[in-house]
């Protein structure tokens, strides 16, 4: 008796949520929804730093979907969701009440600690401190709970989309992987020695410092590759079950080559008493960028910590003063990144690749593209 109560207590609450979600966007959408997209997951499809018009579920409204039919957009994603918070915090809930046709779902970077990937780890490489940034990679990848509970957390918000499809025979579901926005490690190391020699008399420390930017960013890479297979794993089976209603769309390879920006400038003042106390200004240095000259990432704030310490010693010479500054690095997709992700999703695989694009089982009579994710976009 109690979990028949309880059971009409949660249905009850379920509608209600959804008419008070219904209500908000008949206002902003005053269009015909006779089929729909919801949105779900964390800060990109929130659309973290970028305009509302260019979030992928916009893109993929706007660009794909209402081109074959009355199609809105209900994006119910939120900064800072984590794959138990869309269980917990109501976006499963949402999702069952908004009669979904179509659903994106984009959790697990800002789980407990793989979070620290896109804040702890930034900051370690915009301050130049790449050892302390190896280092909290290291954690993220060995810690194997991080990625046991992100897919119990999936196979759970699957399992309740495979209800949903049971009431909703046409209903597919496209779940996203991460993009790196980090530079690429090989990329990066052929940089350093346009980045020290200038320095004259702190090449060396320079050197010493900035090898450990290639290790750092390879790592990385790995700890989002590891969070990437984790999610694709944990689809794989409901794709297979679901007759390609589930798939698992891979962000990582097309963005990769659009990275963040990293453009570093390092000025030293070093004082030489062999000279008499003559003074060198290494001031008027070209910035060298270790990322990527067409980035999809949204630029954050300049690093500017010091590296007056690890530029120490100079040969010859005494340093008496030094800055750097490290500007465009940030970690959210731009207006083009998130338009790639949208084509992705519309081209994503469910079957074998190359056979069935995602858009096909929507019932949409246009052929495959893999001309997507260009730099004209």
Known sequence: ?????????????????????????????????????????????????????????????????????????YDIAANGTTSSAEISQGQLAQTWNLRPDLITLTVG??????????????????????????????????????????????????QQYRVIMAGRPKLMVAVTGYPNPYPKSLDAGLKIVELCTPLMDNILPCSLRWVQLPPALELIDQVFKKLNTTIENAVKPFAIGSGGRFVFVNTYDKLRDHCMKMEVEIKTTVEHPEEDGVVHH???????????????????????????????????GVLIDASQTTSGMGVYPNDSGHKCISDLIWEADTLEPGTTPLKWKLSVPEPPNSNICQSSQ
């Not at 929130?46 to 081109?67: M, S, Y």
């Not at 915009?126 to 810690?143: L, R, T």
């Open 282 to 316: 290494h001031d008027d240095l070209s910035k060298v960028n270790f990322g990527c000259s067409e980035p999809w990432f949204v630029a954050g704030d300049d690093g500017t910590a010091t590296p007056f310490i690890y530029l120490q010693p100079s040969t010859p």
């Open 1 to 73: 008796m109690k979990r028949i109560l309880f059971g009409l207590l949660a249905a009850t609450s379920m509608v209600a949520a959804g008419s008070l979600i219904e209500s908000r966007w008949s206002v902003v959408q005053a269009q015909d929804c006779a089929r729909r997209l919801v949105a779900t997951g964390d800060d990109i499809p929130a659309g973290h730093d970028v305009q509302e018009t260019e979030r992928f579920p916009n893109h993929l409204l706007e660009d794909h979907l209402k081109k074959w039919g009355p199609w809105c957009d």
């Open 109 to 158: 970077e800002q789980n407990n600690q793989i979070v620290n990937l896109i804040t702890s780890c930034f900051n370690n490489v915009k301050d130049h401190e790449f050892a302390e940034a190896s280092a909290c990679a290291a954690i993220i990848f060995g810690n194997s709970t991080l990625y046991t509970n992100l897919t119990s957390n999936l196979t759970t918000i699957m």
